[in-house]
T-cell receptor, first 119, second 110 residues
Framework: GAVVSQHPSWVICKSGTSVKIECRSLDFQATTMFWYRQFPKQSLMLMATSNEGSKATYEQGVEKDKFLINHASLTLSTLTVTSAHPEDSSFYIC???????????????FGNGTRLTVT | GQQVMQIPQYQHVQEGEDFTTYCNSSTTLSNIQWYKQRPGGHPVFLIQLVKSGEVKKQKRLTFQFGEAKKNSSLHITATQTTDVGTYFCAGQEYGNKLVFGAGTILRVKS
């Protein structure tokens, strides 16, 4: 089945530093990837839709200058949390669809997630 | 905008008891998907329902999609400890993004 790899699994950083999270589709090409944020015991909140070769589409309330998304290839999207603060501590999960151009209603394949702790 | 409501928020059952979680969308959906997230893990796709009134089964799990394509349910028969986790429904309007419900946390006492 479709596999999405996310790295790192966890990261601890100091306030003010930046953290980059990678999301790779290992056995399929993903023109679109999605970045979610999840607080403990809560649902997944879509942050942005990452489009290969173009700018990401951010959800309302998500700061695009704070959460930089780059989707440089069909198998890699990155999320950079810039100038991280303790309130950015959360579980970040990426996902992708494997159905190509006709994948708009295809299920999502999730990465393992990245637990970010900002001290 | 589209909202997907899911209840209950939390359920603690005795092993062997049945469990049901319900999902209701504010708008008509093109499809609804169900995911399971184990504690400390990531969501894993379980099933997708597309047709009005559709019923699908996976062993002890039964998934239903309402006639109006606005609600859905997941029923687990005779729960086991391996069923623990959070079950999310996610609804998608035609051509739009997937919207997740709040999830139902299932705990099974052996």
């Amino acid at each position: 089945g479709a596999v999405v790899s996310q790295h790192p699994s966890w990261v601890i950083c100091k306030s003010g530093t930046s953290v980059k999270i990678e999301c790779r589709s290992l056995d399929f090409q993903a023109t679109t990837m999605f970045w979610y944020r999840q607080f403990p015991k809560q649902s997944l909140m879509l942050m942005a839709t990452s489009n290969e070769g173009s700018k990401a589409t951010y959800e309302q309330g998500v700061e695009k200058d704070k959460f930089l998304i780059n989707h440089a290839s069909l198998t890699l999207s990155t999320l950079t949390v810039t100038s991280a603060h303790p309130e950015d501590s959360s579980f970040y999960i990426c996902s992708a669809k494997s159905g190509g151009l006709s994948s708009y209603n295809s299920p999502l394949h999730f990465g393992n997630g990245t637990r970010l702790t900002v001290t | 905008g589209q909202q997907v409501m899911q209840i209950p928020q939390y359920q603690h059952v005795q092993e062997g008891e049945d469990f049901t979680t319900y999902c209701n969308s504010s708008t008509t959906l093109s499809n609804i998907q169900w995911y399971k997230q184990r504690p400390g893990g990531h969501p894993v796709f379980l099933i997708q329902l597309v047709k009005s009134g559709e019923v699908k089964k996976q062993k002890r799990l039964t998934f239903q999609f309402g006639e109006a394509k606005k609600n859905s349910s997941l029923h687990i028969t005779a729960t086991q400890t391996t069923d623990v986790g959070t079950y999310f429904c996610a609804g998608q309007e035609y051509g739009n993004k997937l919207v997740f419900g709040a999830g139902t946390i299932l705990r099974v006492k052996s």
